[in-house]
């Protein structure tokens, strides 16, 4: 007999208790699709957040919690933990050990996307030195001088809607309301970074103190304030050296936010083996529920077991006509579970993105793949098992009826 | 009935003896010291229960080994056939049970297709040969209809064309009309008879139904444990 007619029969046996089969590859599918969804979830975010944490070698800011930090300058989330004054920014600057030290000041935004004070220099940051800058310009040019000028984020541009030449008004904090009455000219718009700083608005460090003047001019001598400094060090023994000398700092410090970033990692890969321990004993769920309707199915065919045996089939090709069923059942069961997956991380993806533009797109990897294939190497060899022990002997059948 | 017979013997049966293995004792179930049969032949075997004749049919299938005596069946020894049955059982035997012939989730159309294609007829002839059969027994406009869409004489009628198409040298069949209307019965009997003489198979009927025993020439009866064969009228 070819193979086709067994596939044939197979699939008239699945198609027949349809809402079973239905069930056991929903069954399936779910457990694949848990298991590909954590999966892509942790891969993307461990990519999104390396992307995002590249650029920023060091930071410098005012001393509290560094997770605020990191988390306020490189991921555009949480409060500030507060400002340094602007003299420690010339400071640094002037540092030998420093090559490049970017000023960023943050507090008002426009429509929920941050505004961020900074200087040209920042057009200049780069993740290598070999490498093109970071924040290349799509479409227009750079803020000049101390104008009420704006270069928006990819991302800010397409959600707010504003064009090169439209004017905007920011509020005060992340909240709408409280608007300054300054307005802003749209100058110029990023390329993609696939991070958070998509989201952000950059316009010149001075205006933003022009427009808080007032509210500062107690607190320091020159009322000049940055929320952080972007530090590029000249080597990678100069950032020791500057960690060093921050240590001692009673206002002020100083994180590498990829250390920052690995503790995080840390923190999620010990959620992730929770979960990859949830995900494998649904996995082994699955098996199990597949096995058990395999012998089920097998033990209710007892009479079309002993027909088919009559009119010609052998103990083996039985056997291989219930491997099918199940086998079939599973890779159903683990290609939609694939599919519903990767579908389910895309949506959390696409949520995700808006909230941070966090954009962790993960391609399809062997890894990946790993937990369908392993459920299905199982499944199919225990199917094999169950189609070969499947209740008694075909002649053993046949005295049954 | 008369039909025409070959002289060689298609079929050897010497001191056949099957027993069935239990805790203590194994149960005596078919003693046959000797029959021969030619193709062309149709024989009826009858018997009371449990003298056999199932058992009997069985061991002509190839479907269990005897545990004494030798069946020879076109020269060939059925009871040292092993994993290579199944095989000579597609090429070789068309067989019909009382009831549950047909397999549910096909049509009847597939049931005698898939029962073609066992036998290594390809698809598309076994499809040609298959509409044929059904379309000759007036059976071609329940073609689509799988077995609980049919009545049992349709069903039974069914399962003798799935056992005679592909022209089996051996077509045994096991209280085929038990479940029937004399109708019915009469018809299925009319077809087994009809069609195993056009394809010069060797039809042996297990029944305890006098009717269908009439209509036989030959009859092997068989007595419980005991096998002794009575060549009929």
């Known amino acids: ?35 590909v969804a954590l999966f892509l979830l942790a891969q993307g975010l461990r990519l999104g957040l390396v992307r995002a944490v590249e650029p920023f070698d060091l930071i410098v800011g005012a001393r509290g919690s560094p997770y605020q930090l990191v988390l306020n300058t490189v991921f555009l989330q949480d409060v500030p933990v507060g400002n340094i004054a602007w003299e420690d920014c010339v400071e640094l600057s002037n540092d030998a050990r420093v090559g490049s030290a970017v000023p960023l000041g943050f507090g008002d935004a426009y429509r929920g996307y941050p505004v961020i004070g900074t200087t040209p220099a920042l057009s200049e940051v780069r993740v290598r030195a070999s490498d093109p800058p970071w924040l290349r310009l799509g479409e227009g040019r750079w803020f000049e001088g101390d104008e009420f000028e704006a270069v928006l984020g990819a991302q800010a541009a397409a959600g707010s809607g504003l064009r090169v030449g439209d004017g905007f008004r920011t509020s005060h904090g992340l909240v709408m309301g409280d608007e300054h009455k300054e307005k802003y000219r749209v100058v110029g718009i990023a390329e993609t970074v696939r991070g958070p700083w998509d989201r952000a608005i950059f316009v010149p460090l001075g205006v933003i103190w022009a427009v808080h003047k007032h509210e500062h001019e107690d607190e320091h001598e020159s009322g000049k304030e940055v929320t952080a400094v972007l530090v590029h060090p000249a080597s990678w023994t100069d950032a020791y050296s500057l960690a060093a000398s921050f240590q001692r700092s009673a206002d002020k410090q100083l994180v590498f936010p990829a250390q920052t970033a690995i503790r995080l990692f840390s ?32 033990a209710a065919r007892s009479r079309e077991r002993a027909l088919l045996h009559v009119l010609g089939l052998s103990r083996g090709a039985l056997v291989f006509i219930s491997w099918l069923e199940g086998t079939i059942t599973l890779l159903a069961g683990a290609f939609l579970g694939e599919l519903a997956g990767r579908a389910g991380a895309e949506a959390a993806f696409a949520l995700l993105g808006e909230a941070t533009a966090i954009e962790p797109a993960v391609p399809l990897t062997l890894q990946e793949c790993l937990m369908p294939l392993a459920l299905l190497s199982i499944g199919s060899l225990s199917a094999l098992v169950v189609a070969w022990g499947d209740g008694r002997n075909p002649e053993e059948l046949l005295k049954s009826r | 009935m008369t039909t025409p017979v070959s002289t060689a013997p298609l079929l050897e049966v010497r001191e056949l003896r099957m027993e069935y293995p239990q805790p203590g004792k194994p149960v005596p179930a078919l003693r046959l010291d000797f029959l021969e049969a030619r193709a062309g032949e149709a024989i009826a075997v009858t018997g009371p229960s449990g003298s056999g004749k199932t058992t009997l049919l069985h061991l002509l299938a190839a479907l269990i080994r005897p545990t004494g005596g030798v069946i020879r069946f076109g020269g060939r020894d059925l009871g040292s056939m092993g994993t290579a049955s199944a095989r000579w059982r597609a090429l070789s035997v068309g067989y019909v049970f009382q009831n549950m012939n047909l397999l549910p989730d096909f049509s009847l159309l597939e049931n005698l297709t898939i ?42 009628r069914g399962a003798v064309a799935r056992a005679v198409l592909h022209a089996p040298p051996l077509i045994l069949a096991d209280e085929p009309t038990a479940s029937l209307d004399a109708v019915n019965a009469g018809l299925v009997m009319d077809l087994l008879l009809e069609l195993s003489a056009e394809s010069q198979s060797l039809l042996l009927v297990a029944t305890h139904d006098e009717t269908v025993r009439k209509r036989f020439s030959r009859v092997v009866e068989l007595q419980k444990a005991a096998g002794v064969e009575n060549e009929g009228e």
């Open chain 2, 115 to 156: 029962a073609a294609e066992i036998s290594g007829v390809p698809r598309g002839r076994a499809l040609d040969r298959s509409r044929a059969l059904l379309r000759r027994l007036g059976l071609e406009g329940l073609a689509h209809r799988r077995p609980a869409k049919l009545s049992l004489g349709e069903q039974q």
């Open chain 1, 1 to 35: 007999m070819r193979s086709s007619t067994s596939l044939r029969i197979a699939l008239r046996h699945l198609s027949s208790r349809a809402f079973q089969t239905f069930s056991v590859v929903s069954v399936v599918a779910f457990s694949v699709g848990l298991a």
């Open chain 1, 267 to 298: 923190l999620m890969g010990r959620g992730e083996a929770f979960l990859a321990i949830v995900v494998y004993a649904v996995g082994g769920c699955a098996v199990l529920t597949t096995l058990l309707v395999l012998y089920w199915s097998g």
